[in-house]
């Protein structure tokens, strides 16, 4: 973390989390996933798909297993997402979960961004016209 602060970090902040996700210690889980993704039926996308690892959206099918595999050993590129899709036209974003991080970290990113939650059935009812 002090590496990170020395090289101009804005906010560093330790995370407390279950495993070693989205880094190289993760490398035999992406072999796993490697051949599940094989096996997975993965069609092209109608709508862009933001990959973590690029921060860009993709809709092939190979583009999206590909960068599936990677993700599992790769840093994740929130804010570069979250940016693109704002430049591409995003205005809502949508939580899906417990809790509120990610509607924090994208008012962050733009105060002009909607942002919401979904985190229980009650939620997902009122969200859908009767």
Do not use: C
């Amino acid at each position: 973390m002090q590496l990170a602060k020395e090289r101009g970090a804005k906010l560093v902040k330790e995370l407390v989390v279950s495993g070693a996700f989205h880094s190289p210690l993760m490398d035999g889980a992406r072999n796993e996933m490697r051949h599940a993704l094989k096996k997975a039926p993965i069609q092209d996308a109608r709508i862009p798909v933001y990959a973590n690892v690029s921060g860009r959206p993709v809709r092939k099918a190979e583009d999206i297993r590909t960068l599936l595999e990677a993700q599992v050993t790769s840093a994740v590129r929130w804010e570069e997402s979250v940016r693109n899709m704002i430049a591409d036209g995003a205005k809502t974003f949508v939580e899906v979960g417990p809790g509120n991080v990610l509607q924090s970290l994208v008012k962050r990113i733009s105060d002009a961004a909607e942002v919401r939650g979904i985190d229980t059935i009650e939620d997902i009812q009122q969200s859908v016209p009767a």
